[in-house]
């Protein structure tokens, strides 16, 4: 099994392009996660999807839009890319409820000029 | 509100020594408590998890956990540190049947010859 694939692992963006990070898992996960992570920050939550068609907002979700229209893809959505959303995305999966330790992706690195 | 704190940034232990990084969480209900590892440029693995039951739980590559409720704290141990465990770790708390995670902002550990 692949687990959580994210592409692209590195990406270039000028400012006001748009661009879609792509994630996929192939374990039939229910619940998937989008994290940021910043340096001494930790990571903090974009946005998360607990099912097909079913997308909430996390707690720094400007600027970013997702879909969830299969189980296995959730990809996320940069429009107008701005410097402040220059970071490391991570992608995350768990079956569904319960005590669950997150399968990550390996990240995509993400540098707006 | 609910929050982790990892309240040192940057640990530096001689190779052979004994390990503890410290997390201490603030959450009203019993906790599903997590410590993740992340070497440089990679996603992030699980080390261990407590949900229930014994509050001194294993994790993979010798690491112990020990949850105290009374403290609130979930602090992760290792008798004896390899070079190769330089890395950065952090604690995280699951806060909804959702399963979002809050994750502290992290302890790097270097470990020195």
């Known amino acids: 099994n692949a687990g959580v694939t994210q592409t692209p692992k590195f990406r270039i963006l000028k400012i006001g392009q748009s661009m879609t990070l792509q994630c996929t898992q192939d374990?039939?996960?229910?619940?998937m996660y989008w994290y940021r992570q910043d340096p001494g920050m930790g990571l903090k939550l974009i946005y998360y999807?607990?099912?097909?068609?079913?997308?909430d907002k996390g707690e720094v979700p400007n600027g970013y839009n997702v879909s969830r229209s299969t189980t296995e893809d959730f990809p996320l959505r940069l429009e107008l890319a701005a410097p402040s959303q220059t970071s490391v995305y991570f992608c995350?999966?768990?079956?569904?409820?319960?005590?669950?330790?997150?399968?990550f992706g390996s990240g995509t690195r993400l540098t707006v000029v | 509100a609910q929050s982790v704190t990892q309240p040192d940034i940057h640990i530096t232990v001689s190779e052979g020594a004994s390990l503890e990084l410290r997390c201490n969480y603030s959450?009203?209900?019993?906790?599903?408590l997590f410590w993740y590892v992340q070497s440089p440029g990679q996603g992030l693995q699980l080390l261990l998890k407590?949900?229930?039951?014994?509050?001194l739980v294993q994790g993979i590559k010798g690491f112990e956990a020990e949850f105290k409720r009374s403290q609130s704290s979930f602090n992760l141990r290792k008798p004896s540190v390899h070079w190769s465990d330089a890395a950065e770790y952090f604690c995280?708390?699951?806060?909804?049947?959702?399963?979002?995670?809050?994750f502290g902002q992290g302890t790097t550990l270097q470990v020195k010859p």
């Open positions: 995350a999966s768990i079956p569904g409820e319960g005590p669950y330790g997150y399968t």
């Open positions: 374990m039939n996960h229910n619940y």
């Open positions: 999807s607990v099912g097909a068609g079913i997308t």
């Open positions: 959450y009203g209900a019993t906790p599903y």
């Open positions: 407590y949900f229930s039951g014994d509050t």
């Open positions: 995280a708390v699951v806060v909804s049947n959702t399963g979002k995670l809050i």
